[in-house]
């Protein structure tokens, strides 16, 4: 068994994985360049969504393509510049999209979120975190019948596979869960053991705090290459070489940059997500609300109301559109009425995305002692316990909870 593992990257899958690993017996460091949560990871919607199964590539859904190219403040959007570059993974994406393969992407999510649903349980018990845990429950909205006509398969697979619990609902129930809400949406599925954490940093933060109480290293370290020599893997940092018996490559939208060192072209892009944090009293949200044919939702961080989401397929490059947040905004003010807008902090974030919708959860081809876990899309926080708990496996090589075939480096 490896006594030492050094983890790239302190999001929340780092810092996951560091302790569960650390639980398990090894002795981890872990390195970011700017330390934890300080990226994609402190600026999600905080919702542990078990229940969102369903890949980003549907069957059909480039049928929509020249829509998101002339529509730059839709729900998917490609900036024109960036369409060039983006090309061969939107190939895969269509590849993707295809029946077979976009059921068998749906059957592993399934398979990842089930474990998830599980593991980040066990992980609220081993931090006693339920101080930090919001069990609110969920309203996915429709406001168009053909929307809604169009869910029903995926609501009976969610049914068939009891991801999670949920109710059918009506304008007058929704009032109920949640007032204030625009009478536009007439339908709703309620998921009422959703839960959110009251803010992604701090959640992410207290599992640091747990892991270096306990003797755990976080070092902030620019990592400059991961490279394979003379049958050795070489980790060059901005404070020199890096040594451990195992690596785990977990840093998301910049992970395939360091997966290159190693002769691996693995076709991450990043979902940019954009939102607005309102401070206390912007709206008396009471569960998290999703819109599901507009592509974002609101959420409560800490006592505020976050309005985020979108996807748009921009890379790491392109300077941030706020405007993209502007209209989620003004979005939001019609859905919910009584919202106020104002005083409001706007973030973008770089979510790693690859065409599948699956992560990377495996062995690098050309490296036996490093493991690839990255590649979540908008699913981190859901199934960073799932992973942590996957990695640790892979660490001992111990058989892995579920199958990790539809998670290979290779499947591209």
Do not use: C
Request: glycine content about 8%; cysteine-free.
């Amino acid at each position: 068994m490896p006594k030492s593992v050094l983890i790239i990257g302190a999001g929340i899958i780092g810092i996951s994985a560091a302790l569960e690993l650390q639980s398990k017996g090894f002795h981890v460091r872990v390195l970011d360049r700017k330390g934890v949560a300080a990226e994609t990871s402190q600026g999600n919607a905080g919702a542990f969504a078990f229940s969102e199964v369903t890949p980003l590539a549907t069957p059909g859904i480039l049928r929509q393509a020249p829509k998101w190219l002339f529509d730059p403040l839709g729900p998917l959007s490609i900036p024109p510049r960036y369409a060039a570059q983006i090309a061969p993974w939107m190939y895969r994406f269509w590849r993707a999209s295809r029946a077979r393969r976009f059921g068998a992407a749906r059957a592993a999510q399934t398979a990842l979120m089930t474990l998830a649903q599980a593991a980040t349980e066990r992980q609220i018990k081993l931090v006693q975190g339920e101080d930090l845990i919001r069990r609110d429950g969920q309203l996915r909205l429709y406001d168009d019948p053909r929307q809604w006509q169009a869910d029903q398969s995926q609501r009976a697979f969610l049914q068939e596979h009891g991801v999670l619990a949920h109710e059918l609902l009506s304008t007058n129930d929704i009032a109920e869960i949640q007032p204030g809400l625009n009478p536009r949406f007439t339908h709703a599925l309620y998921t009422p053991n959703w839960m959110n954490t009251v803010d992604p940093k701090t959640w992410t933060e207290r599992l640091a705090q747990k892991f270096l109480s306990l003797g755990g290293v976080i070092d902030q370290t620019d990592v400059k290459a991961l490279t394979r020599m003379g049958g050795k893997t070489r980790l060059e940092t901005s404070q020199g070489p890096q040594s451990a018996s195992t690596i785990i490559l977990a840093a998301g939208a910049w992970s395939h940059s360091l997966a290159k060192g190693l002769g691996d072209a693995i076709p991450l892009e990043t979902e940019r997500g954009y939102n607005t944090t309102l401070p206390q009293g912007a709206f008396d949200l009471r569960t998290h609300l999703t819109f599901a044919a507009h592509g974002f939702v609101a959420s409560r961080i800490q006592n505020g109301v976050r309005i985020g989401g979108a996807v748009e397929l921009g890379g790491l490059e392109l300077p941030p559109n706020f405007t993209r947040a502007d209209a989620l905004l003004h979005k939001a003010q019609d859905f919910m009425p009584d919202l106020n807008p104002q005083g409001g902090q706007q973030w973008m974030g770089y979510r790693p995305s690859l065409p599948d919708s699956l992560p990377v959860i495996d062995y690098a081809p050309n490296a036996p002692n490093v493991i690839y876990a990255f590649g979540h899309g908008h699913l981190g926080l859901t199934q960073a316990a799932a992973t942590a708990e996957i990695i640790a496996n892979l660490v001992s090589h111990a058989p892995p909870p579920i199958d990790l075939t539809p998670f290979s480096a290779n499947r591209f």
